[in-house]
Structure formats: structure tokens, C-alpha cells
């Protein structure tokens, strides 16, 4: 159980271009989904927390507009890159909440995303 | 001083070695603890998750928290070559909605 997914698993799009990022709770329900970054060798950067029916709560130094999230029901949640750039090229990971604690995190396969 | 320390390694050990992986951390107010194993290009899995001091054991994994001292272990016993992979440490406390990650240590088992 507690099956996360995420499409796409790898994406090349080109700068100033816009990529959406889907992330899935398969097998429950998810009233809140989290969404990080990872670079090479490095841990993973909390970006934002996304909640079911309301928006999303940005971490310090994450652009909101940059990064628009949608959690749009209680299986799904999107991230949308808007005009990217070669700096946001890295890893991006979401994670589902299964059940009543919110530390217990479930995470999806993650993304890929390379600007060229 | 960070919220949360972590050897990055790499911690190379041959197939059936004892694996100790730990974590240290500044903030009192952590009671949620937890390990996730992350596969090169994947997301994190889930491997144990603790709540207060104390220990837990699923398998060959055991998991300890000494909230006195601020240091949780994974340890890993008959290790195999699969269990290759960056082992993340997490925690979160009251007051706090979000994990704290530690940077990961990468293990290396060869057979």
C-alpha cells in the first residue's frame, strides 16, 4: 500500500518553456502532498507543502510564481515550472501523507527535469 | 549548527557485515524519527519510522533513538549487496508540520 506516482519520470524541455509535474496517490487518499527538490549528492529541499481545496505554503526563498502548485483533489497534485531555466534543472520529488501523521511520508519515483 | 547531521560517506562494507548508519540533531522538540533508503534516481522508501526513544526492529533493520543524547541509528544486520543505497535520516516534532532531512549517507555493500 501507500503508492505514490509521478509523471513524467524524465522530461528535456527548452528555456522559457513551462513543464508540469504530476504526482499521484494510487491507493489512498492524500489531503496533503509535499513537493521537493534534490540536486546531485544532496539531500531533499522541501519546496512546498500542498493541500487539498486550498493554496499551496511556500517555503522561504521559493518563488510561488515560478512554481505554481495546484493540488486540485485528494489524489492528485501538480507542479508547473513557469519559464524555466537551466538553474532548475534537478530532481523533483513529491510525497503523499497516508493517514493521520504527517511525518509518515510516502514518495513518488520522482522527476527529472532538464532545461536546455 | 545545523538541525540535523549526517556522514555523508560513502560507507563501503563486505556482504554480510553489520551496518551502523546514525544522526545527530540540535532541536529537543523532535519526537517522529525516521529512515528512508533512496535508490541512485529514485524516490525515498519508507524503512522505519519511530516515535520517542526507544528501539524498533522490522527484519534486519533495527532502528534506535536516544533522545538524551540526540542520536539515532539504523542498523543493518546481514547486509547485501542490494541494501546499496543513500539512507536518509528524518525527523519532525511538535510545531513543526514539515520533516528535517539529513543529507544521507551512501552505503556500498560488496559481495
Known amino acids: 500500500g501507500a503508492v505514490v506516482s509521478q509523471h513524467p519520470s524524465w522530461v528535456i524541455c527548452k528555456s522559457g518553456t513551462s513543464v508540469k509535474i504530476e504526482c499521484r496517490s494510487l491507493d489512498f487518499q492524500a489531503t496533503t502532498m509535499f513537493w521537493y527538490r534534490q540536486f546531485p549528492k544532496q539531500s531533499l529541499m522541501l519546496m512546498a507543502t500542498?493541500?487539498?481545496?486550498?493554496?499551496?505554503?511556500?517555503e522561504q526563498g521559493v518563488e510561488k510564481d515560478k512554481f505554481l502548485i495546484n493540488h486540485a483533489s485528494l489524489t492528485l497534485s501538480t507542479l508547473t515550472v513557469t519559464s524555466a531555466h537551466p538553474e532548475d534543472s534537478s530532481f523533483y520529488i513529491c510525497?503523499?501523507?497516508?493517514?493521520?501523521?504527517?511525518?509518515?511520508?510516502?514518495f513518488g519515483p520522482g522527476t527529472r527535469l532538464t532545461v536546455t | 549548527q545545523k538541525e540535523v547531521e549526517q556522514d555523508p560517506g560513502p560507507l563501503s562494507v563486505p556482504e554480510g557485515a553489520i551496518v551502523s548508519l546514525n544522526c545527530t540533531y540540535s532541536?529537543?522538540?523532535?519526537?517522529?524519527f525516521m529512515w528512508y533508503r533512496q535508490y541512485s534516481r529514485k524516490g525515498p522508501e519508507l524503512l522505519m519510522y519511530t516515535y520517542s526513544s526507544g528501539n524498533k526492529e522490522d527484519g534486519r533493520f533495527t532502528a534506535q533513538v536516544d533522545k538524551s543524547s540526540k542520536y539515532i541509528s539504523l542498523f543493518i544486520r546481514d547486509s547485501q549487496p542490494s541494501d546499496s543505497a543513500t539512507y536518509l535520516c528524518?525527523?519532525?516534532?511538535?510545531?513543526?508540520?514539515?520533516?528535517?532531512f539529513g543529507k544521507g549517507t551512501m552505503l556500498l555493500v560488496s559481495p
Open positions: 532541536n529537543s522538540a523532535f519526537q517522529y
Open positions: 528524518a525527523m519532525g516534532g511538535s510545531g513543526y508540520s514539515t520533516l528535517t
Open positions: 510525497s503523499a501523507v497516508s493517514g493521520g501523521s504527517s511525518y509518515e511520508q510516502y
Open positions: 500542498s493541500n487539498e481545496g486550498s493554496k499551496a505554503t511556500y
